[in-house]
């Protein structure tokens, strides 16, 4: 089996630096390595030869100081390497890059393309959607197992936001990993002074096109106006607790409460009517996340004057309808394609590529989950349009165009999108946006009939899509308890996890419990995980790193409690406690209680 796996070089985006007067992010000193998510997929492609034979390929396409971190993968063990090196590369954003690696695929054979599930320093997702639409190949993203069947077959195991599905897939493929594949190995000395003597191709543009405005700036659909810090202003007062002082915590949720008043009596804000009734669509699909967040950006765009359709390609409830009519759509454009009933991101693409096609709307919208990310990286690809991933924010410009802002660099700053192509296509981060309710209208239905009878989709393995119970539904919830690797332990963790439940708050937990298997992915709050806006936000055991705040900055009013003092998250909410939690949390669960059950409901 031929593997070549896409890696990327990239920055430690914790040591990054933001000149606040500038605007721009200080790279002097900063280190470059593998992206860790690539790193996992070399691992995944070594193991699969392992097993059946072949050869792995590493590809990349960077500056030549890329040439380290090919040398790194050969010294894991591939067999070769090639690096797309030229200055006619230079500022190509995901596209552009797409088109690059997919054209230098073309020039060798292969059975699988492996990638990480996103590179950390643009944390898009999607690029292999991009290359697997560019390849016309099968596609499965965000695999945590893989199984080789024989030499045309694998079973993959993927996580999606409601919980997992098993697919078995025939070859040519194209795959990216998350952590939890597996661990990769650590080259020993040995190792990579072999690996200076293995083969290494540089590959300019000519090797791939004779027109080099395919690439770089001048092949990039979208450009960053501008980036700003991600840093948010909160005033934290923080309250040291000593066993038997009751009256600090009194004093602690007495603010809490103040401040939940404050806010809720402030919260109201006009809506922004500059869209001028162009045109924007959101793309429904299949899935809790997927149609929540369909209703959350059909209001966000209503709300910015927008005359939005829900785009369905699949089937939809008439209950989702009227939903999509109280969130402020004013049309329903139904697209109805023929194949299997099996999932097939290609299917959909074509069917949302030809309705844009045919009347082509100001702005797409998809939701940036598994499902979204795949159709919307294969639209892109398909038609050359810019698109902006894990959009967590719109902005109109005062010449009325549509500005997405989207996280970057592990969190620690905001970059402003615009395509300069049309229409422009975004996923949006679910939860990022409230779902507004307004009185339902029978929407204007078109529909749009395709033969797709010829694109299949993945075979699902038998009762093997698991559905994980009573996770909470933490986009919509008014208050949110989560805890952190400080509670100490799994056990503590459910522990706590009851006493929310007790309290009447939904519960989430940071990535470093979730990698540690204390709780389910779905649970995560952060850059990697959901994005919550709720009422009142409590973290227990929680350190407070950026990756993880992000994910909780639009909550109204942030309670932490923590027994290091020095701990950041004291530099993150609006209240803090010092003290052991075990102490603390059994002092203070009734008046959170009374608080969560006068909290406003959300839709």
């Known amino acids: 089996m031929k ?151 694998l079973r993959v195991e993927r996580e999606v936001e409601d919980g997992f599905e098993t697919f078995r897939v025939s070859l040519p493929l194209v795959l990216s990993v998350n952590e939890k594949i597996n661990k990769a190995r650590t080259p020993t000395l040995a190792d990579r002074e072999k690996a200076k003597s293995l083969p290494l191709y540089k590959w300019g543009f000519p090797m791939l096109s004779a027109d080099p405005s395919a690439f770089g700036q001048k092949g990039s659909p979208t450009e960053v106006l501008r980036v700003f810090d991600a840093a948010y202003s909160r005033t934290p007062q923080v309250f040291e607790f000593e066993t038997g002082k009751r009256d600090y915590l009194l004093a602690a949720i007495g603010l809490v409460r103040k401040l939940l008043s404050e806010k809720q009596s402030s919260s109201g804000h006009p809506l922004e009517v500059m869209g001028s009734g162009r045109r924007a669509w959101s793309v429904h699909l299949p899935g809790q996340a997927e149609e929540r967040t369909s209703l959350e950006v059909i209001s966000k765009l209503s709300e910015l004057g927008f005359s939005t359709t829900a785009v369905v390609p699949t089937e939809i409830s008439n209950e989702m309808i009227l939903k999509a009519s109280e969130s402020g759509a004013s049309s329903l454009l139904e697209i109805r394609t023929k194949g299997n009933s099996h999932w097939s991101s290609k299917r959909i693409a074509l069917g949302v590529s030809a309705a844009i096609e045919r009347n082509p709307p100001y702005v797409v919208c998809f939701p940036s989950t598994v499902r979204g990310r795949e159709v919307a990286g294969r639209v892109a690809a398909r038609l050359g349009l810019g698109l902006t991933g894990d959009a967590v924010d719109f902005r109109l410009r005062e010449d009325g165009e549509l500005v997405q802002q989207k996280p970057a660099f592990g969190g620690s700053i905001i970059a402003e999108i615009l395509s300069k192509t049309s229409p422009q296509l975004a996923t949006v981060r679910p939860g990022v946006f409230e779902i507004t309710s307004r009185t339902a209208a029978a929407l204007d239905r078109k529909v749009i009939e395709l033969d797709t009878a010829g694109i299949e989709g993945l075979e699902s393995e038998p009762e093997a899509r698991e559905r994980l119970p009573n996770l909470g539904d933490l986009d919509r919830a008014s208050a949110i308890l989560v805890g952190g690797y400080g509670v100490g332990s799994a056990e503590e963790l459910t522990k706590l996890r ?38 009142l936000y409590i973290t227990v055991g929680v350190s407070g790193a950026i990756n993880h705040v992000i994910g909780a900055r639009r909550a109204k009013v942030i309670l932490a409690v923590n027994n290091q003092r020095s701990a950041p998250i004291f530099k993150h909410c609006d209240v803090g406690i010092v003290g052991n939690y075990q102490e603390v949390m059994p002092e203070i669960s009734e008046e959170l209680k009374l608080i969560a059950e006068n909290l406003p409901k959300r839709r």
């Open 3 to 153: 593997t070549v796996v896409l890696v990327k070089m990239v920055p430690d985006v914790s040591e990054f630096k933001f000149d606040i007067e500038k605007k721009t992010l200080i790279r002097e000193g900063v280190r470059n390595f593998m992206n860790p998510y690539d790193r996992r997929a070399v691992e995944a492609g070594l193991r699969i030869r392992e097993s059946l034979g072949g050869s792995v390929t590493v590809l990349s396409m960077g500056p030549p100081a890329a040439e380290e971190v090919l040398r790194d993968a050969l010294s894991m063990g591939v067999d070769e390497a090639v690096l797309l090196t030229d200055r006619a590369f230079a500022g190509s954003d995901t596209l552009a890059t797409a088109r690059a690696l997919s054209l230098a695929l073309r020039r060798t054979t292969f059975d699988l393309v492996i990638g990480g599930k996103y590179s950390v320093d643009s944390e898009t997702s999607q690029l292999l959607p991009e290359v697997a639409e560019l390849l016309d190949a099968s596609l499965v993203t965000n695999a945590r197992k893989i199984e080789p069947l024989d030499r045309r077959s």
């Open 498 to 535: 009851k006493m929310a439940e007790e309290i009447g708050m939904a519960f989430g937990a940071t990535r470093k419990v979730v990698d540690l298997g204390w709780a389910p992915p779905q649970l995560q709050v952060g850059l990697t995980g959901k994005s919550v806006a709720p009422e």
